[in-house]
């Protein structure tokens, strides 16, 4: 029930957004959990892309006091290659010996080609009464490339892990996020980093950000 709240929320806030939160999934077993240290990755080959995105959410952390490492600052253009499973544990294991408890895992999941018909089209609403008539007002189903927008939906996932050295290593959160035809690779990730600080904060695994308070003006 508290997931369906978050993304109705983030549907008013983020209503003229391209970016929209679709599910987010808490761990039931896990009643709580604070990073004191996270690692944040953003898994794409587009490295500036990659920097600017962890960057925002690095920013996001330490205002909240939190010691936060983007995966650019520690590892190397390799990241994107394949990695063993024992590779991966190594990695893990240096995480924990540098002081880390969680990291922060973004990725793109999956693409979706679409096809709307244009508004100027859609809103007419004719009734026809023979075919001549209708096939005249449809015609341009086939003479006009503007009655179909065509557009992408990409499907990210974001996820939160503890790596914690007494516990279990496991999945703390995770949320599904939709981007529709981006066009500004900026607001793209500022939409993206302020849906899933937003989710996070909701679920009470990131601390909400406190507010300086004005100075009074003595008159």
Not at 54 to 71: D, F, H, W
Not at 73 to 88: G, H, M, N, P, V
């Amino acid at each position: 029930m508290k997931n369906i709240i978050i993304i109705i929320v983030m549907s008013l806030l983020m209503s003229c957004s391209t970016t929209q939160l679709v599910d987010t999934w808490r761990n039931p077993d896990v009643s709580e959990f604070a990073s004191n240290k996270v690692l944040i990755v953003g898994l794409t080959t587009n490295k500036n892309a990659r920097e600017k995105f962890e960057r925002k959410l690095k920013k996001e952390y330490e205002n909240r006091g939190i010691e936060a490492v983007m995966s650019v600052e520690i590892f190397d253009a390799s990241l994107t290659t394949e990695k063993t499973e024992e590779e991966l544990k190594e990695l893990e294991d240096k995480l924990i010996a540098d002081g880390f408890d969680s990291i922060l895992f973004s990725k793109l999941i999956g693409v979706d080609d679409k096809i709307a018909y244009n508004s100027t089209y859609r809103d007419i609403d004719y009734s026809y009464r023979n075919f001549r008539d209708d096939y005249y007002r449809n015609q341009d189903i086939y003479f006009n490339p503007e009655y179909y927008i065509k557009y992408k939906i990409y499907h990210a996932e974001t996820s939160l892990y503890c790596i914690c050295p007494v516990k279990d290593r496991e999945l703390i959160w995770k949320g599904y996020i939709d981007i529709v035809d981006p066009e500004s690779a900026n607001k793209t990730i500022g939409d993206y980093v302020t849906l899933v600080v937003y989710a996070l904060e909701e679920e009470q695994l990131l601390y909400k950000k406190e507010k300086k308070e004005t100075p009074a003006v003595e008159l």
